[in-house]
């Protein structure tokens, strides 16, 4: 069946590098959107970027100076690496497959906590 | 970028009440609007998509509505287990998230 699950280090310092990986199974990454999604503790659900199935990114406006998505098809894996990273990107992150626009199937989710 | 409000934050309700919940887009978004379910401490869950298709497995009393930059989320009759919050999502001009509607019983 269709799984995604995220992972990545808990921990993360202030001004370094966060490096996620988003492996799934039961679909193939050539056929299926990836999209990112973070959700700060107690707070709503922001859009980070998607990758498409052609390899093609797209990413928020807000965030698109310091992410980038990227995936390995034949490990089905997919990829965020954002930088600069600041206290206030502590969140949990998110990765789902998308239908069309919609996101059908949701990892877990990782906590990523930005502490020194 | 396209701006998604909700209201109410905070919805109280009985079981067996009908509730609505709101979603308003800054622009025309042409039904490419879906909701999702979030319980806490689990990942969102997709109700619907494009405005009123309910997703598989989804149980019948949730229903949406809408057009241009008004939509809505119907739950027929409050279930307990229906207790979450509640996100709308656009993807007329790539993604935003409604900032959430927090339903809780009374």
């Known amino acids: 069946q269709v799984q995604l699950k995220e992972s990545g280090p808990g921990l993360v310092q202030p001004s370094q590098t966060l490096s996620l990986t988003c492996t799934v199974a039961?679909?193939?990454?050539?056929?299926?959107?990836v999209h990112w999604v973070r959700q700060p503790p107690g707070k709503g659900l922001e859009w980070m970027g998607v990758?498409?199935?052609?390899?093609?990114?797209r990413y928020n406006s807000a965030l698109k100076s310091r992410l980038s998505i990227s995936k390995d098809t034949s490990k089905s894996q997919v990829f965020l690496k954002m930088n600069s990273l600041q206290t206030e990107d502590t969140a949990t992150y998110y990765c789902?497959?998308?239908?069309?626009?919609?996101?059908?199937?949701w990892g877990q989710g990782v906590m990523v906590t930005v502490s020194s | 970028d396209i701006q998604m409000t909700q209201s109410p934050s905070l919805l109280s309700a009985s079981v067996g009440d009908r509730v609505t919940l709101s979603c308003k887009a800054s622009?025309?978004?042409?039904?490419?609007l879906n909701w999702y379910q979030q319980k806490l401490g689990e990942a969102p869950k997709l109700l619907i998509y494009?405005?009123?298709s309910l997703q598989t497995g989804i149980p019948s009393r949730f229903s949406g509505s809408g057009s241009g930059t008004d939509y809505t989320l119907t739950i027929s009759s409050l279930q307990p287990e229906d207790v979450a919050t509640y996100f709308c999502?656009?993807?007329?001009?790539?993604?935003?998230f409604g900032g959430g509607t927090k339903l809780e019983l009374k």
């Open positions: 789902a497959r998308a239908g069309s626009g919609y996101l059908d199937y």
């Open positions: 039961g679909f193939s990454l050539t056929s299926y959107n």
């Open positions: 990758i498409w199935n052609t390899g093609g990114t």
């Open positions: 622009q025309n978004i042409y039904k490419y």
């Open positions: 494009y405005t009123n």
């Open positions: 999502q656009q993807y007329n001009s790539w993604w935003t």
